[in-house]
Antibody, heavy 122, light 110 residues
Framework: EVQLVESGGESVQPGGSLRLSCAAS????????MDWVRQAPGKGLEWVGR??????????EYAASVEGRFTISRDDSKKSLYLQMNSLKTEDTAVYYC?????????????WGQGTLVTVSS | QSVLTQPPSTSGTPGQRVTISCSGS????????VYWYQQLPGTAPKLLIC???QRPSGVPDRFSGSKSGTSASLAISGLRSEDEADYYC???????????FGGGTRLTVL
């Protein structure tokens, strides 16, 4: 069974930093692209960024709203995905979802974690 | 404003068929596969349709997807009360080099 379990969400002040983690199980983590997606309270889904697999150089892409502030990384040996968030703004308040590609060749999002809440407030 | 355009809301009665549209452009829907997600209240989204019109294992055949040009649609037939949820379309945008979502459509079962 595919499982994605996020952790690390908490309340932080504007300008602060936070690191989210996602523990994956039930599939070959190293084969797949992984994304982070967020959802502000009462709002729709917003893509945060993506990291490719080793075969594709672990390269990353980010939404314009987080480029330069957020960094996605992965540790295939630990089957873990990370989101380092710096210079946090109040508008970054959201539930952050760890997601994986449907398959190694169908790279749309196929599975979602349960999400972790990040609150940026003074 | 979302890159992909969906109606904010729609409704139907039990047993009815409803469709939800998703409009984009040549750089997103026009050149990439569309995925559809269902988000029940208070839960994480769940994949309903992949690669425009394919149903993952476990998704009832009441749900179907289609794509034509720069638009896509999700159809739900034999509407049930448990289908009441938010529905999102998504795809990759080559110009933005990023994944884009529709704004979501809230389905109410009357």
């Amino acid at each position: 069974e595919v499982q994605l379990v996020e952790s690390g969400g908490e309340s932080v002040q504007p300008g602060g930093s936070l690191r989210l983690s996602c523990a994956a199980s039930g599939f070959i983590f190293s084969d797949l692209y992984m994304d982070w997606v967020r959802q502000a309270p009462g709002k729709g889904l917003e893509w945060v960024g993506r990291i490719r697999n080793k075969l594709n150089g672990y390269t990353t892409e980010y939404a314009a709203s987080v480029e330069g502030r957020f960094t996605i990384s992965r540790d295939d040996s630990k089957k873990s995905l990370y989101l380092q968030m710096n210079s946090l703004k109040t508008e970054d308040t959201a539930v952050y979802y760890c997601t994986r590609a449907y398959t190694s060749t169908s790279r749309g999002i196929g599975y979602w974690g349960q999400g972790t809440l990040v609150t940026v407030s003074s | 404003q979302s890159v992909l355009t969906q109606p904010p809301s729609t409704s139907g009665t039990p047993g009815q068929r409803v469709t939800i549209s998703c409009s984009g452009s040549s750089s997103n829907i026009g050149s990439n596969h569309v995925y559809w997600y269902q988000q029940l209240p208070g839960t994480a989204p769940k994949l309903l349709i992949c690669r425009n019109d394919q149903r993952p294992s476990g998704v009832p055949d009441r749900f179907s997807g289609s794509k034509s040009g720069t638009s896509a649609s999700l159809a739900i037939s034999g509407l049930r009360s448990e289908d009441e949820a938010d529905y999102y379309c998504a795809t990759w945008d080559d110009s933005m080099s990023g994944r884009v979502f529709g704004g979501g459509t809230r389905l109410t079962v009357l």
